[in-house]
C-alpha cells in the first residue's frame, strides 16, 4: 500500500483545526466587547421568542391534547406539519410581507431586530404547540376522567393536564429555546445579518465562515456551543430536579 501523501501547499488537517482552535481561543479572550454585543442579541432573541411561544402555544397545545372536537384530528397534525417548517421558507415568506410595499410593510420590520423577533417567534410556536400536545396526550386518561367525574372544569381541568405534562413541555422549552439560539436562515433573511443590529451568534458564525475567516467562525462557534450546554443544563435541572428532590425526600 503506497503511503498517503499530502499534497504540496496544502496544510496537515489535524494542525489547521488546532491552529483554528488557538486562533479562536486567542479571540474570544481579546475580542470579548464585539462577541458580548452579539450574545446579547441571541439571548433576547432566544428569550423572547420563547417565551411568547410559550404564551401562546402551551394553552393552544393543552386544547388541542385535551380536545374532543371535531377537526382536532387535523390540528393536530397541522401542528406536528409545523416541527418541520423550513426555517428558509419562513424567512423568505416574512421577508415578502415585510416589504415597504406589502401587507406588513406599514410596521417596518424587515431588517430589523423586531422582525427577527417575529420570524423566531413563528419558528417557536408550533414546536411548543405539538410538543405539549403530545405531553398533554402521555397524561393518564383515568386521571382526567376522576377530574371529570368530580365536576373540574375545562380550566381546572387544563390546570392540571399542565401539571402533569410539565416535563414534556419543559421539554418543548427546551426544543425552542434551542432554536432560537442556533437558528440562522430565517434570521438572515429578515434581519440581514447586520452587525451591531440583528446579528446572532449562528449567523455570525456564517459570516465569518462564508468570507473565509474560519478562526472567528470557530470561536463564535464554540461560544455558541457553550451557550447551548449552560441553558439546556439549567432547564433539564428544571424539568427532572423537582422530581429527583422529591423521591430523596419519600425515600
Known sequence: MQPVVQPVGQPDPVTFFGQGLQQAWDLLLHNNAALLQ??????KVAGLSTAI???VGVP???VLGLGRFRGVGVLRVLANVGLGLPPVVVGVTLALLMFPAAPLGRF?????LRGVYVAQTVLAVPIIIALTSSAVRDVPRSLLDQARAYGASRRALGALATREARVGILAAVIAAVGSGLSEVGAVVLVGGNIEGVDQTLASAALERV??????GGLAIGILLLALILVITAAL???QFGNRQEARVKAS
Open 53 to 55: 411561544a410559550v404564551v
Open 210 to 215: 462564508n468570507a473565509g475567516d474560519f478562526a
Open 236 to 238: 433539564t435541572w428544571l
Open 60 to 62: 393552544a397545545g393543552v
Open 38 to 43: 452579539v450574545l446579547v442579541v441571541t439571548l
Open 108 to 112: 417596518h420590520l424587515i431588517f430589523t
